[in-house]
């Protein structure tokens, strides 16, 4: 148990659903982030936050879609996704600043679009 | 150009004895910081060990022991007296240093370790 909750932890939706993921954590963290793991590929960094604000996105097509309410809490809005959008999707946080600060992650949202 | 690159997709390892996953990074950066994670088959990513680009001793954590080579760019993970339990995908990160503002941390492929006993 890391304190980063993601729900659901499976997910099965069809190309013309829209669901939302979602990611918590009581950890006191300001930053948090979203990843896409495929197989046979590196974690893709998809989206950061910074005390809510997001800082980074890493040419992520539109049909995801961040929110970022408040510091704890981390939503990946999704829609007309494509067959190829089946992943593992990670959550993550950690504090701000200092290259020693390790990230916290969650267990993932297993995705599949069919 | 891939900034984290892991050679060994996987490894295998008998119980107690040790094993070294490879990892060489790339980065124009003076300041930066290497980490490990595990990944068993659940999902989570378990942070293992950190070494910092100015760290002049080898990080160590329990087994976990990391081979810091600065003019190698390398950062291996030595996994000594290897357990049934440490069979998982391990994972080799990096954070630079140009943007301290919660800079995400870029990740290498993986290795799959497999421990047999």
């Known amino acids: 148990e890391t304190g980063v909750t993601q729900t659901p932890r499976h997910l099965v939706m069809g190309m013309t659903n829209k669901k939302s993921l979602k990611c918590e954590q009581h950890?006191?963290?300001?930053?948090m982030y979203w990843y896409k793991q495929s197989a046979k590929k590196p974690l893709e960094l998809m989206f950061v936050?910074?005390?809510?604000?997001?800082?980074e996105n890493n040419s992520v097509p539109s049909r995801f879609s961040p929110e970022c309410p408040n510091s704890s809490h981390l939503f990946l809005h999704l829609h007309t996704l494509q067959p190829e959008d089946s992943a593992l999707y990670l959550c993550?946080?950690?504090?701000?600043?200092?290259?020693?600060?390790?990230?916290?992650f969650g267990q993932g949202t297993r995705l599949t679009v069919v | 150009a891939q900034k984290i690159t892991q050679t060994q997709p996987g490894m295998f390892v008998q119980e107690k004895e040790a094993v070294t996953l490879d990892c060489t990074y790339d980065t124009s950066d003076q300041s930066y910081g290497l980490f490990w994670y595990k990944q068993p088959s659940s999902g989570e990513m378990i942070f293992l060990i950190y070494?910092?680009?100015?760290?002049?001793q080898n990080a160590t954590e329990g087994r976990y022991s990391l081979n810091f080579q600065k003019a190698r760019k390398s950062a291996n993970l030595v996994i000594s007296a290897s357990q049934l339990g440490d069979s998982a995908m391990y994972f080799c990160a990096m954070r630079e240093g140009r943007d301290q503002a919660g800079t995400a941390l870029i990740f290498g492929k993986g290795t799959t370790l497999s421990v047999s006993s």
């Open positions: 950890l006191g963290h300001n930053a």
């Open positions: 070494q910092g680009s100015y760290d002049e």
């Open positions: 936050y910074n005390f809510k604000e997001q800082t």
């Open positions: 993550a946080s950690s504090h701000p600043g200092g290259l020693d600060t390790e990230a916290f």
